[in-house]
């Protein structure tokens, strides 16, 4: 038995000896950064302060809830539902009318307010009973909130609970989709908000092509509802890389100057790109989307309320071809709010992420002078 445990020993001595080795280097490089390190930290340092020299906002100064600064009245409104006050929302919904882009836009905000605190919007429900726009941000926010409590977390890390509690949310969103369509017939926001619903429950894609007729028939070029739409048809939740693909291409082909479509083939190429080089953002393809995107902007009406989404797309892009000056054209544009593809999908890091790529476009266009 001695021998065996002097054999033992013996073995076991390189691997302690590999284990302390390990241990050392973690604690010199952790102690002592590599020289590539501090290159990265002054280079990234360096960017910052042409950034700030520029008079770029840092990222303490980010905005995190929006892709861009409110319309004042937009402001006021979710400043008053706050104090549980209606009437401003209410307004404002009456004051946009059958501009269904910014209907639904509006919509979107003032529903995530009541996913999270409805009494408002029940004294708007007492006050105004059958109440269209009331009866389309009930219909919404019932959405968010079960989208809220699903989670952020991929479908295996989402618990029964979670699930149970987002499914039954969702079925029961329908009915009060159904009632807001019912009140304002011309709307397409409450079947936009059934996008979410189809793709949470799993609709067949022949029930999402019925759904989407219903949309195209009241407003064929609606940029919400596209970008949701091509949500359903990504990989990742019902659709496939190419289904994806061919509806975004269809969909920027068809639609006039100014609609922002051109928004989604860059889109679908985000959300299925996963190579670790820009190759495939150098493509002769890509280039040409970025260049059609570029056009689109330019002939949006610049009130358009999903204009900045496609501003901060186009910045990331143009970063990626190396277009740096065109880049920090659309970055100022943007600068000070950051909650837009591609650095929402960062999280809490977004505006980290924001900062990073335009101090280095803002670094190199300096640079080149």
């Known amino acids: 038995m001695t021998v065996l445990l002097w054999i033992l020993g013996i073995l076991a001595v390189p691997a302690v000896l590999f284990a302390l080795w390990l241990a050392w ?4 490089e952790f102690f002592s950064p590599s020289p590539d390190d ?6 990234a340092a360096a960017a910052a302060k042409t950034a700030e ?3 770029l906002l840092p990222v303490e100064r980010q905005n995190t809830e929006h ?7 937009w402001a006021a409104a979710l400043t008053a539902v706050r104090t549980g006050d209606w009437r401003p929302a209410a307004e404002l919904l009456g004051g946009i009318g059958r501009d269904w882009e910014r209907r639904s836009a509006a919509g979107y905000l003032l529903a995530e307010r009541a996913a999270e605190e409805d009494e408002w919007l029940l004294a708007w429900e007492t006050a105004l009973p059958g109440d269209p726009d009331a009866a389309m941000v009930r219909a919404r926010s019932t959405v968010i909130l079960a989208w809220k409590l699903r989670g952020a977390q991929s479908g295996a890390r989402t618990t029964r609970e979670q699930a149970e509690g987002f ?3 969702l079925r029961g969103a329908r009915e009060e989709i159904a009632r807001a369509a019912a009140l304002n017939p011309d709307d397409p926001t409450p079947y936009i908000a059934e996008i979410w619903v189809a793709l949470g429950l799993g609709y067949p894609n022949a029930e999402m092509e019925k759904l989407w007729a219903q949309i195209t028939t009241r407003a064929p070029h609606h ?3 596209h970008f949701s739409a091509l949500q359903y048809w990504c990989a990742k939740w019902r659709g496939s890389e190419r289904l994806a693909s061919d509806f975004a291409e ?9 609609s922002l479509l051109t928004a989604l083939p860059l889109i679908a190429h985000f959300e299925h790109d996963d190579s670790e080089d820009t190759a495939a953002d150098n493509t002769p393809l890509m280039l040409a989307r970025v260049e059609a995107a570029l056009a689109d902007a330019a002939a949006a009406d610049p009130a358009h309320p999903r204009l900045p989404e496609l501003r901060h797309l186009l910045a990331f892009y143009l970063h990626l071809q190396d277009r740096d000056e065109v880049a920090l054209e659309q970055f100022r544009l943007v600068d000070g709010h ?12 977004m505006a980290r992420h924001f900062c990073q790529v335009r101090d280095t476009v803002a670094h190199r266009v300096t640079a080149a002078d």
């Open 38 to 43: 501090d290159a990265d930290a002054a280079e």
């Open 167 to 169: 499914h039954r949310t």
């Open 223 to 225: 940029y919400e509802a």
């Open 25 to 28: 280097v973690f604690l010199k």
């Open 338 to 349: 950051v909650n837009a593809l591609p650095w929402r999908y960062r999280g809490d890091g």
């Open 53 to 55: 020299k520029l008079g």
């Open 250 to 258: 269809r969909a920027a082909a068809e639609a006039p100057a100014g």
């Open 67 to 73: 892709a861009a600064p409110l319309p004042a009245d």
